[in-house]
T-cell receptor, first 113, second 115 residues
Framework: QQPVQSPQAVILREGEDAVINCSSS?????VHWYRQKHGEAPVFLMI?????EQKGHDKISASFNEKKQQSSLYLTASQLSYSGTYFC??????????????FGKGTKLSVIP | KAGVTQTPRYLIKTRGQQVTLSCSPI?????VSWYQQTPGQGLQFLFE???????NKGNFPGRFSGRQFSNSRSEMNVSTLELGDSALYLC??????????????FGPGTRLTVL
């Protein structure tokens, strides 16, 4: 089942902050975040493992609340280069005993000068 | 190290035809996954192959099939094309398969248009 992302789209001015949320109805082992710029392939940002740890990457960080099966991606002091569509991918154990990565529909982030 | 390559990059077909897309993973990667991307639906998982075996399959009709060769290259086939099959088809590779921490490395995709 696809995780649910919110908001679907957001417009920011340079320097503003944003939060993108991802929630799942399944028990998760990990949450992945990817960014896709227009006309390009999705690029890995970070992965969060169950345990509620928060990860950071420059001014982009994320958290994972395994009790709520929710993850949030935090973008601080946004830059023009942050524009793109952000996808969360959730990993739950599949029926054949391996793990399957399932992506949400994405959040389109536009940063304007 | 070369990235994931997909061929062809663009394809135009008509309804009823079949199509085969190709994906070459990053050298050393043994897992290949396929995704369909359409506006509003995001990335939908098609299937995953590891060591020439399909390990996971998404909710797509049997018209969508795939295979993996001994050199880890993968092909995806869609038979009896429908208008709704128009999409960007992305291939992703990862070093292993079926772990919760696998990072997917995506190729540029094949843009399929069905007329």
């Amino acid at each position: 089942q696809q995780p649910v992302q919110s908001p679907q789209a957001v417009i920011l001015r340079e320097g503003e902050d944003a939060v993108i949320n991802c929630s799942s109805s399944k028990a998760l082992y990990s949450v992945h975040w990817y960014r896709q710029k227009h006309g390009e392939a999705p690029v890995f940002l970070m992965i969060l493992l169950k345990g509620g740890e928060q990860k950071g990457h420059d001014k982009i960080s994320a958290s994972f609340n395994e009790k709520k099966q929710q993850s949030s991606l935090y973008l601080t002091a946004s830059q023009l280069s942050y524009s793109g569509t952000y996808f969360c991918g959730t990993v739950a154990i599949s029926g054949v005993g391996s793990y399957q990565l399932t992506f949400g529909k994405g959040t389109k982030l536009s940063v304007i000068p | 190290k070369a990235g994931v390559t997909q061929t062809p990059r663009y394809l135009i077909k008509t309804r009823g035809q079949q199509v085969t897309l190709s994906c070459s993973p990053i050298s050393g990667h043994r897992s290949v996954s396929w995704y369909q991307q359409t506006p509003g639906q995001g990335l939908q998982f098609l299937f995953e192959y590891f060591s020439e075996t399909q390990r996971n399959k998404g909710n797509f009709p049997g018209r969508f099939s795939g295979r993996q060769f001994s050199n880890s290259r993968s092909e995806m086939n869609v038979s009896t094309l429908e208008l709704g099959d128009s999409a960007l088809y992305l291939c992703a590779s990862s070093p292993a398969a079926g772990t919760s921490t696998d990072t997917q490395y995506f190729g540029p995709g094949t843009r399929l248009t069905v007329l």
